[in-house]
């Protein structure tokens, strides 16, 4: 990274996090003031380091060489590298940010020269913490996502992406929608993908290795389980008559937890709200809601998993007596990465003695859409601090930030030739 160094990578990783909402962390939801602001501020940087900013319809960028144009009608082939602008509510500084600044740093290190060229990317929305969609900046980015969806995703207060969209337009963050079914249309074609992320859990840290090579990220399932039984009087109700529904809900959440115990590593499952009706103090519970997630890197054993999570809620619901409905609320396969990408980030790891493991992602990522889209997609992970993201206490240590962006600057290097 002859034009960069450590310093300005933390400059910048510190200009980032000041756009953000009031409050704990960082809050920065896509098209919100704090997006719009950030948006406009990492166009101004492009253009200090000598690179001019895109954004399309969506209002993802593109940072590239300014006699590079991204144009719809002809997209130039290029390496893309890049993340996410959005973030969760009361988030940290590095999830999604940090790749963010690598692909503004690592586009502007690679400007001109031999080989393919390589452009960074932002995608406007990845972590689903305001629009109901899922995805909505890889996929826009990529043209993946079709007009209706404008006017069926919404946000809490029922503001639609359409009308949030054309807000964030009015104040020059995208531009027009392309007319007829595809609104998005592509402004570059990719080549291949790296998207730089922290790890967000422990797993580095605690096996005192530098980066993660990974090459699977884990599908999920959603599923809403609802028991019902009968709201009765908490002091005239003897315990044998019930049917309390919060009872077997609470039974279920431990059921959850034992479910991916069982099944060992990579398996996750988590309940993660649970909504109680009447919720009085003197009222049996009649009903109770629960939100379930299960996660694995093999489709098998995620269908698996799903299957037995609902198998032991009906034994639970039919020794208690009650009503139980389930439904998949939404759900994500499995996601193969580059395995060829994969084996030379390896093989560069190994050349230079860099510690690295391969890994699986739990959580989901940008790199996951370019790899469904076909495209040649590898995510590389550095370490985080106790293994805490989503988080205010959000923490990687400088060092490995950009010892990791000067790995990614090397194999860059090495794909601007090699890859077809």
């Excluded at 997006?35 to 000598?50: K, Q, S």
Aim: charged content about 25%; overall charge negative; aromatic content about 4%.
């Amino acid at each position: 990274m002859a034009a960069f160094d450590r310093t300005t990578l933390m400059q910048l990783l510190e200009g980032l996090a000041r756009h953000s909402a009031p409050g704990p962390g960082i809050t920065r939801l896509v098209y919100d003031d704090a997006w719009i602001d950030a948006h406009r501020w990492l166009c101004a940087e492009a253009r200090a380091v000598g690179l001019e900013a895109s954004a399309d319809a969506a209002g993802n960028l593109l940072f590239h060489p300014r006699e590079l144009r991204p144009d719809p009608s002809n997209p130039p082939r290029a390496l893309m590298v890049g993340s996410h602008l959005d973030s969760v509510r009361n988030g940290g500084r590095y999830d999604g940010a940090y790749g963010v600044i690598a692909g503004l740093m690592l586009a502007a290190e690679h400007r001109g020269g031999a080989g393919l060229p390589v452009i960074g990317f932002v995608t406007c929305e990845e972590e689903q913490s305001r629009l109901d969609g899922h995805m909505l900046g890889g996929r826009s980015l990529l043209g993946e996502i079709e007009n209706s969806v404008l006017d069926v995703v919404k946000d809490a207060d029922g503001v639609s992406w359409r009308q949030a969209l054309e807000a964030a337009r009015k104040v020059g963050c995208a531009v027009a929608l392309a007319e007829g079914a595809r609104p998005f249309p592509p402004l570059v074609r990719p080549a291949a993908q790296l998207e730089l992320h922290i790890e967000q859990g422990p797993v580095l840290e605690t096996s005192g290795e530098l980066l993660g090579v990974v090459e699977r990220i884990a599908g999920y399932r959603r599923v809403r389980a609802r028991f019902e039984g009968d709201a009765r009087h908490s002091g005239t109700t003897p315990m044998s008559l019930r049917r309390d529904a919060l009872a077997a809900a609470a039974e279920l959440v431990l059921e959850t937890e034992s479910l991916a115990r069982d099944a060992g590593a990579p398996a996750v499952a988590t309940a993660g709200n649970a909504r109680v009706s009447p919720g009085l103090y003197n009222v049996v519970p009649g009903a109770c809601e629960l939100w379930l997630e299960v996660r694995h890197s093999e489709l098998s054993r995620l269908d698996a998993l799903q299957a037995e999570l609902e198998r032991r809620a009906r034994a639970i619901a039919a020794r208690r007596g009650l009503s139980l409905t389930l439904e998949t609320l939404t759900q994500q396969a499995p996601t193969e990465l580059s395995l060829s990408l994969a084996a030379s980030a390896r093989q560069l790891a190994t050349e230079r003695a860099v510690s690295h493991r391969v890994m699986v992602s739990g959580a989901a990522h940008d790199t996951m859409e370019f790899a469904r889209a076909g495209i040649p997609a590898l995510l590389l992970f550095v370490p985080s601090h106790g293994g805490i993201s989503h988080s205010p206490d959000e923490f990687s240590e400088p060092d490995e930030l950009w010892a990791g962006l000067e790995f990614a600057s090397e194999l860059l290097t090495r794909w601007r030739k090699e890859v077809a």
